[in-house]
């Protein structure tokens, strides 16, 4: 009985042990993601803005850039796969690597080669545990990716899109990504991403509306050069801050139910412990009782 009691005292201050360890997760994935949730705020307005100077360039001018031109025969297709760094943090990465395989698998269908780019080491080493190869990889960022690493993924993939194909270049690009909804909800969202697709200025002008009129210095051709890569640069900067959030989101939703889960079981063994302690003790006494009476009989017989 006291082999037992010890047993569940030691789990008791194991489960204890954890506990504090989750808690501190906790603790850190929420003020972390708080300031995340800031970052992706304030990056908006400039992507709204890059965003509506895209729209406006390639809507009034003829330009046939390279970025924004649809190849006639599309036979390759890079898929950009944004996972975490570091686990703790829920069915994160395994929702984005599960989208990711789905659109592999259509792609694959329209007969379409994949080339997979990676930013998380989780996404790279689900990549490398089953051999298949990577065109590029990216770590050390997930939970606070900053812009010089979102240049450095869109300049890889700007220069694979524009690369011929036998020199490994791509015919378009996809990202798959998780979209921060709220602290409940994130979403895995795959955006095409290459060659840009321009929505805002399609709509049909009413009668009555004046269109407003640009002019391009030096000239059209010279600002896409310029706009363009920023715009790729933002919409992958805006997935990573995204991304970033959404990875913090879920990690303090997995620490915070596995503190409640420590908890529970601490006052399972407690009272598992408290039970054996009792069951120790009425034992003890039903021996002193029991050694009583036998010396109380023995006195008697003599």
Same mark, same amino acid.
């Given at each position: 009985?006291?082999?037992?009691?010890?047993?569940?005292?030691?789990?008791?201050?194991?489960?204890?042990?954890?506990?504090?360890?989750?808690?501190?997760?906790? @603790?850190?994935a =929420?003020?972390?993601?708080?300031k995340?949730?800031?970052? *992706?705020?304030?990056?908006?307005?400039?992507?709204?803005a890059? *965003?509506?100077?895209?729209?406006?360039?390639?809507?009034?001018?003829?330009? %046939? $850039? #390279?970025?924004?031109?649809?190849?006639?025969?599309? =036979?390759?297709?890079?898929?950009?796969?944004?996972?975490?760094?570091?686990?703790?943090?829920?069915a994160?990465?395994?929702?984005?690597?599960?989208?990711?395989?789905?659109?592999?698998?259509?792609?694959?269908?329209?007969?379409?080669?994949?080339?997979?780019?990676? *930013?998380?080491r989780?996404?790279?080493?689900?990549?490398k545990?089953? $051999?298949r190869?990577?065109?590029?990889?990216?770590?050390?960022?997930? %939970?606070? #990716?900053?812009?010089?690493?979102?240049? %450095?993924?869109?300049?890889?993939?700007?220069?694979?899109?524009?690369?011929?194909?036998?020199?490994?270049?791509?015919?378009?690009? $996809?990202?798959?990504?998780?979209?921060?909804?709220?602290?409940?909800?994130?979403? &895995?969202?795959?955006?095409?991403?290459?060659?840009?697709?321009?929505v !805002?200025?399609? =709509?049909?002008?009413s009668?009555?509306?004046?269109?407003?009129?640009? !002019?391009?210095? &030096?000239?059209?051709?010279?600002?896409?050069?310029?706009?363009?890569?920023?715009?790729v640069?933002?919409?992958?900067?805006?997935? @990573?801050?995204?991304?970033a959030?959404?990875? @913090?989101?879920?990690?303090?939703?997995?620490?915070?139910?596995? *503190? %409640?889960?420590?908890e529970?079981?601490?006052?399972?063994?407690?009272?598992?412990?408290?039970?054996?302690?009792?069951?120790?003790?009425?034992?003890?006494?039903? !021996?002193?009782?029991?050694?009583?009476?036998?010396?109380?009989?023995?006195?008697a017989?003599?």
């Amino acid at each position: 009985m006291g082999a037992q009691l010890r047993v569940y005292r030691s789990k008791v201050k194991s489960v204890q042990s954890m506990k504090k360890i989750t808690r501190a997760f906790e @603790l850190i994935a =929420t003020s972390r993601m708080v300031k995340a949730q800031q970052r *992706t705020a304030a990056s908006a307005p400039y992507a709204r803005a890059i *965003t509506r100077a895209v729209s406006a360039v390639a809507t009034y001018s003829n330009e %046939d $850039h #390279p970025l924004t031109k649809e190849k006639s025969e599309v =036979t390759r297709a890079a898929v950009l796969l944004v996972t975490s760094d570091r686990g703790l943090a829920g069915a994160y990465s395994s929702n984005v690597i599960k989208e990711g395989e789905r659109l592999i698998e259509l792609l694959r269908g329209e007969g379409k080669t994949v080339v997979p780019f990676i *930013t998380g080491r989780k996404g790279i080493a689900f990549y490398k545990f089953r $051999h298949r190869e990577v065109a590029g990889e990216w770590s050390g960022f997930s %939970d606070a #990716p900053g812009f010089e690493q979102a240049k %450095d993924v869109a300049d890889r993939l700007i220069e694979a899109f524009l690369a011929e194909e036998v020199d490994g270049g791509v015919d378009e690009i $996809h990202i798959v990504y998780t979209r921060f909804v709220n602290m409940v909800t994130q979403v &895995p969202e795959v955006v095409r991403l290459l060659p840009l697709e321009v929505v !805002e200025g399609d =709509t049909t002008p009413s009668p009555d509306e004046v269109l407003p009129l640009y !002019e391009f210095e &030096p000239s059209p051709a010279a600002v896409l050069d310029a706009l363009l890569p920023k715009y790729v640069e933002s919409r992958i900067f805006n997935a @990573l801050l995204a991304s970033a959030a959404s990875e @913090l989101a879920a990690r303090q939703r997995a620490m915070k139910s596995a *503190t %409640d889960n420590a908890e529970e079981l601490i006052r399972r063994y407690s009272r598992l412990a408290n039970n054996a302690r009792q069951a120790e003790i009425t034992q003890e006494i039903s !021996e002193i009782v029991g050694g009583a009476n036998a010396l109380a009989d023995a006195g008697a017989g003599s």
